[in-house]
């Protein structure tokens, strides 16, 4: 069946350390992949988008995710994490020209100032 | 605001009442999509129309639940006879897209659904 997979229930890092939140999917075909992140009290906002090309995208406020198709995975990285990038961070997945795009259950952040 | 809005924020309901949740989609959104999310879990897709006309519909969304988008602009969705489990944050997201999700969607702050 397909899914998305979040490894990661609940991260607590200081701030300064650095993130990696992983990411995997189970679907056979062509896909966008997507992170989207709900600060505490706000909607879901997307953070980055891969559709094509350049595996390694770059997003807002210094996220990044490499796609690896021989792996499956899409993980969410950035290098100095900051007090203010405590939310849910959820990876999305559908299948190009599928609009039943899907969403891992999320990893809560917590960065201790 | 140029947002997706939802009406209500809350609803608090008994078992057994229907209930009917809107959303305004940003007006050049030709796809809207409801979803649905429960605690410690992602959205969960519910279903899906390009301008009126509702294209796909996810197995979780039994007979108790329809969907409409008249004319194409903003879409309710309605739950009737509710039960406790239909207790959940309802999403409403929108997107301009002819090329199958590329731009990524808009998300509404959502409905919070109580059933007592």
């Known amino acids: 069946a397909q899914s998305v997979s979040q490894h990661n229930h609940h991260v607590i890092l200081s701030e300064a350390a650095s993130l990696e939140l992983g990411c995997n999917y189970s679907?056979?075909?062509?896909?966008?992949l997507f992170w989207y992140v709900q600060y505490p009290g706000q909607h879901l906002q997307l953070l980055l988008k891969?559709?094509?090309?350049?595996?390694l995208v770059k997003g807002i406020k210094g996220f990044e995710a490499e796609f690896i198709k021989s792996k499956f995975s899409f993980n969410l990285r950035k290098p100095s994490v900051q007090w203010s990038d405590t939310a849910e961070y959820f990876c999305?997945?559908?299948?190009?020209?599928?609009?039943?795009?899907?969403f891992g259950a999320g990893t809560r952040l917590t960065v201790k100032p | 605001d140029t947002g997706v809005s939802q009406d209500p924020r809350h609803k608090i309901t008994k078992r057994g009442q229907n209930v009917t949740f809107r959303c305004d989609p940003i007006?050049?959104?030709?796809?809207l999509y409801w979803y649905r999310q429960t605690l410690g879990q992602g959205p969960e897709f519910l279903t899906y129309f390009q301008n009126e006309a509702q294209l796909e519909k996810s197995r979780l969304l039994s007979d108790r639940f329809s969907a409409e988008r008249p004319k194409g602009s903003f879409s309710t969705l309605e739950i009737q006879r509710t039960e406790q489990g239909d207790s959940a944050m309802y999403l409403c997201?929108?997107?301009?897209?002819?090329?199958?999700?590329?731009?990524?969607?808009?998300f509404g702050s959502g409905t919070r659904l109580t059933v007592v």
């Open positions: 891969y559709f094509s090309g350049d595996p």
């Open positions: 679907y056979g075909g062509t896909v966008n």
């Open positions: 999305a997945v559908n299948e190009r020209n599928n609009n039943d795009m899907r």
């Open positions: 007006s050049e959104h030709n796809r």
């Open positions: 997201a929108s997107t301009f897209d002819l090329t199958g999700g590329v731009y990524g969607y808009t």
